[in-house]
């Protein structure tokens, strides 16, 4: 293994490969932000245009085909012409789209703008996400990824109590005028201060590649390359590196990840898109139904950070199971605590612990499955097919509701969810993850 290589994967961790991390933490915060901002400005909206329960649910769906969309078609761009620069484009497009948001006048421009974001949010996810994974040691990378879910959270609780302030002072519209301009903000910001991916830069070989590699290595205190290694035989087409993923050697962890994306994704759209309101219709106030919602993504950042640390110690998939199963027991006595407000604020935040740790733990094993050359694309395709679950969950939900179930038979049904996809994990054997050979490097003469 190459001197950088083995100071990324079995090194401490230095400043900057935590700083690298710090930016993807930020980057997954706005996204929080930008990707639930509707779910605390549903009620305010769906009020000003008359909306149904459907028409909200479709709403509130719209920013999660958007997102399919950016990870399936947007992200897989990166294996090819970088992370960062895909990062850098999605940033501009989710941020014009939020502002614009907040212009919105009937319920279908809000919806275009929507699935606008969510192209942009996709496509930052899954980079950025790949990032964190590659710049963090072996030991810490469960954590470093679980970070940036925290990171998501975070910028959902900041988005719960911005939108409790600025809807009753301003309305629903300043709510995305607010996380447009922080998106804006946020690019001088990636510009200056996250790197390419090394494994890009060693794999794909773009422009400039041994200088940018060296670059990287002054950074890390290693000393410079004198040349590349030979370039990876890779696929050269988005479309092969699909047909990569379901290939003899990745088939079958491929399509298990699949599997527990969609069940994962479902619950947690489910539940932290539609908890604010399902609590309104279970007798609280709207703006306890608001602080419910952000209590919930409160204890996100501190369920993601915890696996993190878990995984550390313990194997991820079985941390993994026992998060899914306490996620499923939680939602089933969730709403009928509603009658004791305080007992349903503190088990809001137990689910977003759980719920939110369970989105970490698969976001931190998928970047191990996968080489360089299809590593972004194979976790882009996981995140759209899990996007497949989030953008049914509240749709179904919305229609469900109107249908006549009522809020405790939806929350059932997103623990049977849970416990489906602590099933499928215990067929996914960790062992078969896929790693390209790692290739030779040979550091430039030193003199003494």
Do not use: H
Not at 48 to 54: H, P
Not at 70 to 80: E, F, H, I, K, T
Request: hydrophobic letters at 55%; charged letters at 10%.
């Amino acid at each position: 293994m190459s001197a950088l290589r083995t100071a990324l994967a079995d090194g401490p961790m230095t400043r900057f490969q935590w700083s690298a991390v710090a930016v993807c933490v930020l980057l997954n915060m706005l996204d929080g932000f930008d990707v639930l901002v509707m779910a605390f400005t549903g009620k305010s909206v769906a009020t000003e245009w008359g909306l149904s329960g459907s028409q909200l649910g479709l709403l509130l769906s719209a920013g999660l085909v958007g997102m399919a969309a950016g990870s399936m078609l947007v992200a897989p761009w990166a294996d090819r012409i970088g992370r960062r620069p895909i990062i850098l484009g999605c940033l501009a497009v989710a941020s014009a789209a939020m502002v614009l948001s907040s212009m919105s006048q009937s319920a279908a421009q809000l919806g275009v703008l929507r699935v606008i974001t969510g192209i942009g949010i996709g496509g930052i996810l899954a980079s950025s996400n790949v990032i964190a994974a590659e710049y963090a040691s072996n030991r810490w990378r469960g954590l470093a990824v679980s970070l940036n879910s925290t990171g998501y959270a975070m910028g959902a609780t900041l988005g719960g109590l911005f939108a409790a302030v600025l809807i009753g002072d301003y309305g629903w519209r300043s709510v995305f005028l607010v996380g447009g301009i922080a998106t804006a903000l946020s690019i001088p910001l990636v510009w200056a201060r996250l790197p390419e991916s090394l494994d890009f830069l060693l794999t794909r070989q773009p422009a400039r590649a041994l200088e940018r590699a060296n670059a990287l290595a002054a950074r890390l205190g290693l000393p410079a390359l004198e040349r590349l290694p030979e370039p990876a035989v890779s696929t050269s087409g988005v479309v092969a590196g699909y047909r990569s993923l379901l290939g003899p050697r990745l088939r079958r962890a491929t399509v298990l990840l699949w599997v527990a994306f969609f069940c994962v994704m479902a619950g947690f759209y489910f539940v932290t898109s539609w908890t604010p309101t399902l609590l309104v219709e279970a007798g609280l106030s709207n703006a306890q139904g608001i602080t419910a919602g952000t209590l919930l993504n409160f204890g996100g950042m501190a369920g993601a950070a915890l696996l993190g640390l878990l995984a550390a110690r313990f194997a991820l998939r079985n941390v993994l199971i026992g998060y899914l199963v306490a996620t499923a027991v939680l939602l089933a006595v969730f709403i009928a605590s509603t009658s004791a407000l305080g007992v349903a604020f503190a088990l809001g935040v137990v689910i977003g612990l759980f719920v939110n740790g369970c989105v970490a733990g698969l976001y931190a094993l998928t970047p191990t499955i996968y080489d360089p050359t299809v590593r972004t694309t194979g976790v882009g395709t996981a995140l759209a097919v899990g996007r497949a679950g989030a953008i049914l969950a509240p749709a179904a939900a919305g229609a469900l509701l109107d249908f006549g179930w009522s809020p405790q038979q939806l929350y059932l049904a997103a623990g049977v969810i849970f416990v489906g996809t602590a099933a499928a994990l215990t067929l996914l054997r960790t062992q078969t993850q896929a790693q390209a050979p790692e290739p030779e490097l040979e550091p430039a003469p030193t003199s003494n």
